[in-house]
C-alpha cells in the first residue's frame, strides 16, 4: 500500500491537502514549508512547481509562482532540495504543475526524478485524457507515480467515471469552472458533490478551488473526503517572517 492508499485508509473524512508553492516565500523555503505543514497537521501536500503561464491558477498562486521563479526556483533545482526530504516528510507529497516544463525537463527523466527522491503522484492539469492514455500514463505508472484528474461542475457523468477509472490516489473535484482563489457559493458545490458521490466512484473525492477556512473546509468535506487549500495558505506565506508560526497558526484554525 502507497503513500496516499494509506491516509485514506487511516482516515476517510477531512483529509486536508494543502499546497504550497515550491521556492516560495524564498527560493530556498520549500522544505521548511514542508516540514511546517506536516507538523501542523497536514494529511497530504500539493506542491506546485511554478510556471509562467498557470492556467488553472488564480491570482495569489500566480503571483507566488512569479516570486517563486524570480528567486531561481527550476525542476532542476527543485529535485536538488527534494533530494534528502523523506528523511523528515513522512506525509504523501504530490507535485502539481503544467506539461511545458515537465516536458523541457524532458516527461521520463522527470517522472524518473520524482519518484527517487520519494515523491508519491502528479497533478497536471493540462495533460490531456487522450494522451494521458497513449503515451504518458504508462510512463507515469512505470515509475510507480499516482496520477490524479481533475473533475468539475460541467464534467459529464461518462466522463467522471472515465477519469475515475484512469486516476489513482485520489479524484481532484473543482468546486467551480473558474481558477483557484475565489469565493464559491457552497449551496451549488454541496448538489455537484452529492452528484459525484451518487456516482460510487472507485476513488476517494478532494474537493479543490475556494476552500480557504474552517467553514469552507468543513461544508466540502461533508459530502466527499476532504479538501485541498491553496491560494489562503500561500498568501498567509506572504510576509511571513516565521514560517512554522504562520503555517501552524494557518492549519490550527482550518482544524479548530
Do not use: W
Amino acid at each position: 500500500m502507497n503513500r496516499i492508499e494509506q491516509v485514506f485508509k487511516n482516515k476517510n473524512s477531512k483529509v486536508l491537502n494543502v499546497y504550497c508553492t515550491a521556492g516560495y516565500p524564498k527560493l530556498d523555503s520549500t522544505l521548511e514549508v514542508m516540514q511546517a505543514l506536516q507538523e501542523s497537521g497536514a494529511d497530504l501536500i500539493e506542491l506546485g512547481m511554478p510556471y509562467s503561464d498557470p492556467l488553472a491558477d488564480g491570482p495569489v498562486i500566480q503571483h507566488s509562482g512569479s516570486i517563486a521563479l524570480s528567486n531561481g526556483m527550476t525542476i532542476a533545482t527543485l529535485f536538488k532540495q527534494l533530494k534528502d526530504f523523506r528523511k523528515t516528510v513522512t506525509v504523501p507529497v504530490i507535485l502539481m504543475g503544467y506539461m511545458n516544463p515537465v516536458m523541457q525537463y524532458g516527461f521520463e527523466k522527470f517522472c524518473s526524478d520524482a519518484a527517487a527522491v520519494g515523491i508519491d503522484g502528479l497533478i497536471l492539469p493540462d495533460l490531456p485524457q487522450y494522451e494521458f492514455e497513449t503515451e504518458y500514463g504508462a510512463i507515469i505508472k512505470k515509475y510507480g507515480l499516482d496520477f490524479i484528474f481533475l473533475v468539475t461542475p460541467e464534467t459529464s457523468e461518462k466522463r467522471v467515471k472515465e477519469l475515475d477509472a484512469l486516476s489513482t490516489g485520489f479524484l481532484y473535484a473543482v468546486s467551480s469552472s473558474s481558477t483557484t482563489g475565489n469565493d464559491k457559493d457552497f449551496g451549488a458545490v454541496e448538489t455537484y458533490l452529492q452528484r459525484l458521490k451518487n456516482l460510487q466512484l472507485n476513488n476517494p473525492v478532494l474537493v479543490g478551488f475556494g476552500i480557504k477556512d474552517k467553514q469552507t473546509f468543513e461544508s466540502a468535506s461533508k459530502h466527499s473526503n476532504g479538501a485541498i487549500i491553496g491560494s489562503a495558505f500561500v498568501k498567509a506565506l506572504e510576509n511571513s517572517s516565521d514560517i512554522k508560526a504562520d503555517t501552524k497558526k494557518f492549519i490550527a484554525n482550518v482544524l479548530a
